[in-house]
């Protein structure tokens, strides 16, 4: 789950990491109140969307008086923001982070993730920090720092002077930048974080590191851990088929295709996607109704699929292990007659009570393509997804 920057801010602050003054608003009017608080003279407004690049977009704007600031805020809230990393979708503002200017001396980049391939955490750091760190990482990847970090130990006092030595800073910003990463790497595991990412982090004036913007994704299936945290998960900005899936305890993530999926299990969620995709056609969704779904769950998990107007054919494959097939094939029957079906259906299914599967939706005058394999089923859905007849 992905956490706005407010958000992620909020949590860095109640860990005693340095934020700059700020705080977040939702309307021009709370705008004078807020400028005043910061007691600033120059602020800067930043608009709070799940994506970088905002500042190369106009998502950030600086103001220098509190009139300013309001007609600033007032034209940015309500309206939409897309950038270089949202695909061209643009996501509306409706929230501003208004905070105080801070003088930099140098940007660096700083962010602790999860290395699969390692099988442990790793520190990423480059003193190139800023907006332009893709065109560093693209042009420039050696001037980008990897440390594997232990997931008990943390980063070792070995590391820290190797770091140290390859961004040339000082001892004393050594220590500082140390005692930094302590404090980050302990939001990261106490949060359970897959990705905590600052940038730029700047080295004031002052001689001083503050964060001055945060990304944060926290793994959701943690949340049950971290009640305090109930508030962030209550302001997703979440589609209403996702909002549904979740009410009903699907595994349900939209995609660009147009081939809806119905499937049991993850596993053969990601092998049905796969084998649309080598047969020419693009999956439109990824929806697991799980391993043992209720009659309800597959009602709701069809009725997900067949609202989305990207949907050209529906592709249902499930191998029954503990997911009875008559429960899919009643639920595909009960939700047909409920809103109805356009479009080309293909079935695939095997396992428990798939032959009173089968004669349930022979049986039921629905028009119905039945595949004997997955490569069957997804030549069919691919084509009926193209507007080519099949039979």
């Known amino acids: ?11 860095l602050k109640t860990n005693n990491i340095c934020i700059p003054r700020g705080r977040v608003v939702t309307s021009a009017d709370d705008v004078p109140a807020v400028y005043k608080e910061i007691g600033c003279s120059r602020c800067v407004a930043k608009a709070q969307i799940h994506a970088g690049g905002r500042g190369k977009s106009g998502g950030i704007r600086f103001v220098d008086s509190s009139e300013k600031a309001v007609s600033c805020i007032s034209n940015m ?15 509306e503002i409706k929230h501003i982070l208004l905070e105080e200017v801070v003088s930099i001396q140098r940007e660096f980049y700083l962010a602790i993730t999860i290395d699969r391939s390692l099988q442990s955490l790793l520190l990423i750091l480059s003193a190139e920090g ?3 760190i893709e065109e560093v990482a693209k042009n420039t990847p050696e001037k980008i720092l990897k440390e594997p970090v232990d997931l008990f130990f943390g980063v070792q006092s070995f590391q820290m002077r190797r770091i140290a030595e390859k961004l040339i800073i000082s001892d004393d910003l050594s220590k500082k930048l140390s005692s930094l990463i302590k404090k980050l790497f302990h939001v990261f595991m106490n949060t359970d974080c897959s990705l905590l990412e600052i940038n730029p982090l700047a080295l004031t004036g002052d ?19 971290h009640p305090e945290l109930e508030h962030i998960a209550a302001s997703q900005d979440i ?11 699907l595994n349900y993530i939209s995609l660009d295709g147009n081939i809806g999926c119905l499937v049991n299990g993850a596993g053969l969620a990601m092998a049905t996607m796969d084998i649309i995709k080598l047969c020419g056609g693009e999956p439109a969704n990824f929806l697991d109704v799980g391993g043992n779904a209720s009659l309800e769950q597959v009602v709701e998990a069809f009725k997900i699929i067949l609202s989305d107007k990207k949907v050209k054919a529906v592709f249902v494959n499930i191998f029954g292990g503990i997911m009875k097939c008559d429960v899919i094939a009643e639920g595909i029957i009960r939700t047909i007659k409920e809103v109805g079906i356009h479009i080309p259906l293909i079935v695939k299914l095997e396992g428990t009570n798939v032959d009173i599967a089968r004669k349930a939706l022979g049986d039921s005058g629905l028009k119905i393509v039945f595949a004997r394999d997955m490569k069957e089923a997804a030549d069919f859905a691919v084509k009926a997804s193209k507007g080519e007849y099949i039979s």
């Open 1 to 11: 789950m992905k956490v706005y920057e407010f958000q992620a801010k909020d949590i």
């Open 130 to 132: 800023g907006i332009d």
């Open 239 to 249: 589609s209403p088929d996702e909002s549904l899936a979740k009410k009903y305890s």
């Open 207 to 225: 001689n001083e590191l503050v964060v001055l913007d945060a990304k944060m994704e926290i793994d959701d299936n943690a949340f049950f851990r």
């Open 77 to 91: 809230l309500g309206s939409k923001l897309a950038t270089y990393q949202t695909d061209r979708e643009a996501f």
